[in-house]
Each structure stands twice: as structure tokens, then as C-alpha cells.
């Protein structure tokens, strides 16, 4: 009889630890989750996608024209600078989300910048060779790949 | 045969001792055989922007601007990381919300 009461308070005490032991890891899960988070992080922007998936293949293009035409004549002065707008336009709209949004908001003026840079040098250096055309078009295209990559990973709104 | 690289590296003047030559073909060697695919890619890169510079195909500035590009991509990676992460920390924070607290305690409440 002694030894029935002892394993069935035994029982209820491993039904307990368990519901406890439970009850921790999800706190704890949800502690973890929450620190993560605090800094936030907004949700997946068609917009932004459709920004980025939009101006990737224009900038293969004009990369391109960096291999034969004088990018300091028209018309490809004009198309180079309204890309520079564009660029600057979707820095503008990501910044405008908000510090949740900080990655995105550095991966774009990263792009940005990398374009300037490579546009600079191409100003300066002259024609690009097929070679150089190709490894530049290569950076640039991995470049707006990542944050395409980046804006897919969120999570949607629903 | 070594690839035109590896000979261009070892050929070069080094009198005093700027480049550790092996440090480099172990970063290159190494990071070929990385876990992540982005770092393999990157390895890739590099060694083929090696092989143009020891052919005369690209120019030191040329390759110089390359390793700023290589650089500027890594980081843009990290990002993309971090991001991952929020995002499945987010998804978990959600469904504990949704799931647990808001419909699986609710059960246990009604099955007591």
C-alpha cells in the first residue's frame, strides 16, 4: 500500500517536472525569439522586389554599352544618369521604412555606391575589355542578387 | 602543372617580406573548400582574377577594384544573414503567439 502512494506521488511529480520542464522551454524559446527581433524587421515589400528585379537587368545592359560607347556622350549619359536616379529614388523608399529595414537600407546603398564606383573607373580608365566587362556585369549582378535573395527571406504580412 | 597563379606568386620579388606567399594559397586553397557556398564562389573569383592578372588579361587596378567588389558582397551577405535569422525568429515568436498561448493553452484551460 506504501509503496503505491510513494509511485504515484513519484507519478505526479514527473507529470509536473514534465508540464514545467515544457512550460521553460517554451519561455525560454520565446525569450530567445523576442531578442532577436527587439531591433524588428519589417515585412516582405513587393515593391522593393519588384524595384530590385526591375533595375538589375537595365544595369546588365548599360554595363554592356561600358565595353564600346563614350558613356560621357548622349544618349548614354542620359540613360546612366537616369539610372543613378532610380538607384537613388529606391534608396529613398527603403530609408523612408524605417530603422526595422536596416539591412535592406545598406544592401541597397551598397549597390549603389558599387555602381558609382564602377562608373568612376570606367570614366577615368576608359573601355572596359571583354574580360573586365564580364567580372564587373558578374559583381554587380551577385550584388543585386543577394538583396533580391534578401527581400524574399522576410516574411509576408498575413 | 600549377595554375598561372601559383607560379605568378611564387615568381614575384619579395625581398622584404611583404607577402606571405603560403598564407595566400591557404586562404584561396581553404576557402575553396569552405561549407558555404557563397564563400566557395567568392574563393572562385578570386583565384580566377588571379589567373587573369598573371596572364596580363586584367590590369593590378582592375583587380584591385574586383577585391573592393568582393569585399562589399561579403558584407552584403552578412546582411542577407541577419535577415534570415530575424525572419525565422519572427515566425517563431508568431506561432508561439498563435498557436501556444493563443490556441493550445486555450485548450488545456478547457480541458481542465
Not at chain 1, 29 to 53: A, Q
Not at chain 2, 2 to 29: H, M, Q, R, Y
Amino acid at each position: 500500500m506504501t509503496t503505491y502512494r510513494v509511485s504515484e506521488a513519484q507519478a505526479l511529480f514527473d507529470m509536473i517536472s514534465t508540464y514545467c520542464l515544457r512550460f521553460v522551454v517554451v519561455a525560454m524559446l520565446f525569450v530567445c525569439s523576442c531578442s532577436l527581433i527587439r531591433e524588428g524587421i519589417t515585412y516582405y515589400d513587393p515593391t522593393t522586389y519588384k524595384n530590385l528585379t526591375d533595375l538589375k537587368p537595365e544595369v546588365m545592359m548599360i554595363y554592356e554599352s561600358f565595353g564600346s560607347d563614350n558613356i560621357d556622350s548622349l544618349p548614354t549619359a542620359d540613360w546612366v544618369r537616369s539610372i543613378r536616379l532610380r538607384l537613388a529614388q529606391m534608396y529613398e523608399y527603403e530609408r523612408g521604412k524605417g530603422p526595422k529595414n536596416k539591412e535592406t537600407i545598406e544592401q541597397i546603398d551598397k549597390i549603389r555606391k558599387m555602381f558609382d564606383r564602377h562608373l568612376e573607373e570606367r570614366l577615368k580608365e576608359g573601355k572596359w575589355n571583354e574580360e573586365h566587362l564580364l567580372n564587373k556585369q558578374e559583381n554587380i549582378s551577385e550584388a543585386f542578387d543577394i538583396a533580391i535573395q534578401t527581400e524574399r527571406l522576410k516574411n509576408r504580412n498575413e | 602543372m600549377p595554375e598561372p597563379w601559383i607560379t605568378f606568386i611564387d615568381e614575384l620579388k619579395d625581398e622584404a617580406g611583404i607577402l606571405a606567399k603560403n598564407e595566400l594559397k591557404n586562404l584561396v586553397s581553404d576557402s575553396l573548400k569552405d561549407a558555404e557556398e557563397f564563400t566557395r564562389n567568392q574563393a572562385q573569383k578570386v583565384q580566377r582574377y588571379l589567373n587573369q592578372l598573371a596572364l596580363g588579361k586584367i590590369t593590378k587596378k582592375q583587380f584591385e577594384s574586383y577585391m573592393v567588389d568582393i569585399a562589399e558582397l561579403t558584407r552584403m551577405n552578412a546582411l542577407k544573414m541577419e535577415v534570415a535569422a530575424k525572419a525565422r525568429a519572427q515566425r517563431l515568436a508568431d506561432g508561439i503567439q498563435n498557436i501556444i498561448l493563443d490556441r493550445l493553452l486555450k485548450l488545456i484551460v478547457y480541458l481542465d
